[in-house]
């Protein structure tokens, strides 16, 4: 009686050892892909031994497999598989290049040999010490919510440093020296199409930070306390002093024990409470950006092509579809916003005046 195909393939495996095309096959693709595929690096010995003990395994417990491979007898050998989970996705992946070279040059086909997958679970983005600091963490939120309700009057130049810094580093991703740069520059705020954002340009970079109103609010207000007088420059050691004293001011409470570790750590914790793990990612993990040249910025933020000689021409009065304007230029005029109701109520009584009109002629 002739052997069935399959044992007839085991057989030669086995008696060929490592001459056999099938096992240089695969010590060859093991060199190459040990790192990602294997999961586990085997010296060519110990490769060849668990390559020869399948074998031995695949030749008892496939009797009865000829012209394909049994599942049940697939089934049955997985259960001999060893119990490590690095060890036994490399013997599937033996057995699965062993199935792979039978298919290709005999035609023996055979059921799909399972795989692992080794789920990673993420790192958390917050740990326990870092949780303890939940309470300061609320405490500082509500004092801004309370601030942006009822701003504290009365304050010290000192304070109205401190309130500044503290709005701009905890409504924005940046870093304490960017922060301080920001604050000692605060002529370069520019208005774009209802965003307004801070803006400098070296001989290296160009950088840009758009920021809320509540910011761009204490900003020019900032701009306007020291215009003509002589402004203090601040630096870390001042930074953490003056964010002091505007809470002490603001709470009533000693915040002396604040520095600048705790205060990263407390914006952190306030992100990771109130965003999803995705927008902590974006707005305070380490991220990699593409400089973009003004021209490029301005027609992504305005959705308007813009040729770089159009930037400098700015109308002398303000427009809604204006390309740029400074804040410090004569080209920004402020509106008050109970002029704007009065112009938009004229406005509309215009519009039901012409619509009547239009109605009494048909």
């Known amino acids: ?78 259960i001999w598989l060893n119990e490590d989970l690095l060890i036994q996705q490399l013997q599937l992946l033996l057995i699965d290049s062993i199935l792979n070279y039978a298919l290709k040059n005999f035609g023996i086909e055979s059921p799909k040999v399972p795989k692992i997958v080794l789920l990673k679970r993420d790192k958390p983005i917050s740990t326990p010490a870092e949780l303890m600091k939940l309470a300061p963490a609320i405490q500082l939120k509500s004092i801004l919510s309370k601030e942006l309700k009822t701003p504290t009057a009365n304050l010290t130049v000192e304070a109205c440093y401190g309130r500044l810094a503290l709005f701009l580093y905890m409504t924005t991703g940046i870093c304490f020296d960017e922060l301080i740069t920001i604050i000692n520059k605060p002529n370069a705020l520019v208005y774009l199409d209802g965003l307004v954002f801070w803006y400098s340009k070296t001989r290296s970079q160009e950088k840009r930070y758009v920021l809320c109103d509540a910011v761009v609010l204490l900003l020019l207000q900032h701009k306007a306390s020291f215009d003509g007088l002589e402004k203090k420059q601040i630096n870390k050691n001042k930074l953490i002093e003056y964010i002091t004293i505007y809470l002490t001011c603001a709470s009533g409470d000693s915040w002396k024990s604040l520095s600048l570790l705790k205060l990263r750590a407390l914006r952190k914790v306030d992100t990771i409470i109130n965003l999803s793990p995705i927008d902590y990612q974006m707005y305070l993990g380490p991220t990699t950006c593409t400089e973009l040249p003004q021209t490029a910025f301005l027609r992504l933020i305005s ?32 509106i008050e916003p109970k002029l704007i109701i009065v112009k938009l109520e004229c406005t509309y009584k215009r519009l039901r005046k012409l619509n009547s009109q239009r109605v009494s002629r048909s």
């Not at 008696?15 to 999961?39: R, V």
């Open 1 to 78: 009686m002739e052997k069935p195909r399959f044992r007839s393939y085991l057989n030669d495996l086995e008696k060929k050892g490592k001459s056999h095309s099938c096992f240089k096959e695969i010590k060859h693709a093991y060199k190459n892909l040990s790192n990602t595929g294997f999961g586990i690096r085997y010296s060519d010995d110990a490769l060849f031994n668990e390559y020869n003990n399948l074998c031995n395994l695949m030749l008892h417990y496939f009797k009865k497999s000829d012209d394909r491979v049994l599942s049940s007898e697939m089934d049955t050998l997985k």
């Open 303 to 334: 959705n308007k092509a813009l040729v770089a000689d159009e930037i400098a021409k700015q109308p002398k009065k303000f427009n809604e579809l204006n390309k740029l304007l400074s804040f410090d230029s004569d080209s920004f005029d402020y």
